[in-house]
DNA sequence: ATAAAATCTCAAGTTAACTTGAGGTAAAGT
DNA sequence: ACTTTACCTCAAGTTAACTTGAGATTTTAT
């Protein structure tokens, strides 16, 4: 049988489309990990190959590699992940996606609604400055453009 | 009647929601412009308040500033941005922000179906690396991971 | 037995989008 | 008039996510 840590650095990074440095970097942050052979080089697991793929995906829908990382940590640490463990990674993450995809198709009408609107005073549109209630009072405005 | 230009920068900040700084830097990439008054501080029309909202929305939907100024210098330089104007723009970006919700569905969909599915071996899980086709030839893998 | 290709480590550089700070002027409040 | 706030400029710092480069060692190919 096999050594389960048979992949090289380079072996990785050409299967995952990434980077040699991409991957020192992940490990840098706990993102991923490998095993030395005796020559000192890297030597991974192929569930590897997963976890980068998930960080890609991850990436995708606007998720940093810190918080990727928060996730994983809850992984299990002295065996390879199996179904329910990425299951359980997943639920989280497609709430998040849910939960942005909303925001976005808001964000869509509320373009079409508004940026093109004829509302181009300050009263009512929702695409207007969050703080921007008229610099009266009232806050009739929504904050669609606030930053997090 | 008074001036257009009447909004300093503290103001536009307070009412957008943004630093002073941040505005200074929106004009030096060309995003917003300002005249100056007499002790050479900035003074802005109102339709930079329009404009910034614009900013910051698009910006929620990962465009970023170069693209925004881009999109921006199809604008007209002379008056104030009317209606027409800023609906040309939302159009551009109505496309791609549904392109972008679609891409996020496929992505939610295959998380569900995949990160959390059997298919633990790398013969056809579409979560896996692009370039990963089971290291032999034959693209079944579809590129869902892949970095722009 | 070499030479070429892969790796290793560590430091420094890169881009985006801002923020902070220093030193100085202008405007506003009392 | 005086003091406090608001601004101004310009340089440098910050965070994320990597990339590049230098100098040295390992593996692999011929």
Redesign the pocket.
Known sequence: MLNEYDL????VATRCGV????L??YEQKGLIKSLR??????RYPRDVLRRISVIKAA?QFGI???DIQQAFSHLPNQRTPNKDDWSQLSKTWKNQLNTQINALEDLRDSLEGCIGCGCLSMTSCPLYNPNDTLATKGDGAVLLAKPK
């Open positions: 090289s650095v380079g072996q980077k040699v440095s991409t020192h970097f052979n005796q020559g000192n080089q890297r990436q940093s590699l810190h």
